[in-house]
């Protein structure tokens, strides 16, 4: 796999960051050492998350006036000083402080990153840096998710506090790599008019709401197909695992060939669109399987994930030359907090659109969603052309028929 130029040193602080990441054990830890109940952690978490939500565009602001290397390096060593705090949690006051001062450090995080790409990478490299670097993360993910899965089968304080200062260490190691990148100079900001352009640019946010609605698709693996598994199929239990093999395995092989053409908004838009389709499909192939015969549903359920895991590929790379694309030079930053706006704004209606309609409504819910993701699909190169006919003169991208 050829590596785009620029890709080398960003790419090695990605995947530290994902053989670390356990909310799986941070949140065991919160109910089983500190004695939180689950309704606490999970008021906690909801709002931090609305916290996020609205910490990403102002924190891509300041990426961008202050240089996105030395934002994401204090970003990293933010999150650090966080994650270590979680030992000290002892109430749930304190658990919310430390938990909105992580969702501000990750908001930072995610608006330092896309500018940081957009300004070590080319143009036309960006998508493609993007795809390579989710491709490595996912192989983090995977080393990670076994690194967690000893300390969670442990089911002791000592297990866990072990498991939190891990993730601190590859926080602290990704920010020590990320000083081998050479420092981007700061963009100055317009001398006239309003500051987050980001959030009043109309038909950016819509696309924002689309691609983030869509991302609602994430939850179908994570959320929805192991309770439709055990609750509604003859399926063994174990194709829960096999269907989660085959998502991470045609990310890690397959995202930077998913990429091709979507550097352009047109290709984005389209690329859109086939997400909403074979997602859609995905959705349809996991109704089948509910109540068939255990060949056909193993294969069925299968199908389905091959089916996602397409659309999955297709829409990271849309979103991503969208996102790009239609960013003004010196706002980078804060179009990709707004972007990841969307994003947290799918992580949040997710469980509880997916759960209801697919686990909750059974096939018919199942096609329900299958609908609505072929819509979203739909509706983005529509929106795609009317961002780039509102772009200023002097950032607009080439239109093209999508």
Known sequence: MAVPRGTATLSLFLPCRGCGRGRAGKTLFLTRSVGLSVAQVGLGLTVTALVGLVASTPMGYLADRHGPRGMQIGALLASAACTAALVAVRSFATFLVVGVL???????????????????????????????????????????????????????????????????????????????????????????????IALRD???????????????????????????????????????????????????????????????????????????????????????????????????????????????????????????????AHAQGQYQGAHGMGMQLGGMVAPVVITSLAVGWGMPGWLLLGGLFLLLGALVPPVVKWAARSRPAEVAPEPAAV
């Not at 192989?139 to 089968?153: D, P, R």
């Not at 260490?169 to 700061?186: C, E």
Request: net charge positive; aromatic share 6%; hydrophobic share 60%.
């Open 102 to 196: 992580m969702a501000v450090a990750d908001a930072a995080s995610r608006g330092a990153r896309g500018a940081l790409i957009a300004g070590a990478v080319p143009a036309d490299q960006r998508v493609r840096t993007r795809a390579y670097l989710r491709a490595v993360t996912n192989v983090g993910i995977s080393v990670g998710a076994v690194i967690a899965g000893v300390g969670l089968a442990a089911d002791t304080r000592t297990g866990y506090v072990v498991l939190i200062l891990l993730d601190c260490a590859t926080y602290l190691l990704a920010a020590a790599i990320l000083l081998r990148l050479a420092p981007l100079p700061p963009m100055p900001a317009p001398a006239h008019g309003p500051r987050l």
């Open 202 to 328: 109309r038909s950016f946010l819509a696309f924002t709401v689309l691609d983030g609605l869509m991302s609602m698709h994430f939850g179908l693996l994570n959320i929805a197909l192991p309770l439709w598994i055990a609750l509604h199929t003859t399926a063994p239990r174990w194709i829960i695992s096999a269907c989660m093999l085959v998502n991470t395995v045609i990310v890690v092989l397959f995202q930077v060939r998913a990429s091709r053409g979507t550097g352009e908004l047109a290709g984005a838009g389209r690329a859109a669109r086939r997400a909403g389709v074979v997602i859609a499909v995905a959705c349809a192939l996991f109704a089948a399987s509910g109540g068939a015969p255990t060949p056909v549903a193993v294969a069925l359920l299968l199908a389905g994930s091959l089916m996602h895991v397409l659309g999955e590929l297709w829409h990271a790379a849309a979103g991503w030359g969208i996102s790009f694309g239609l960013a003004p």
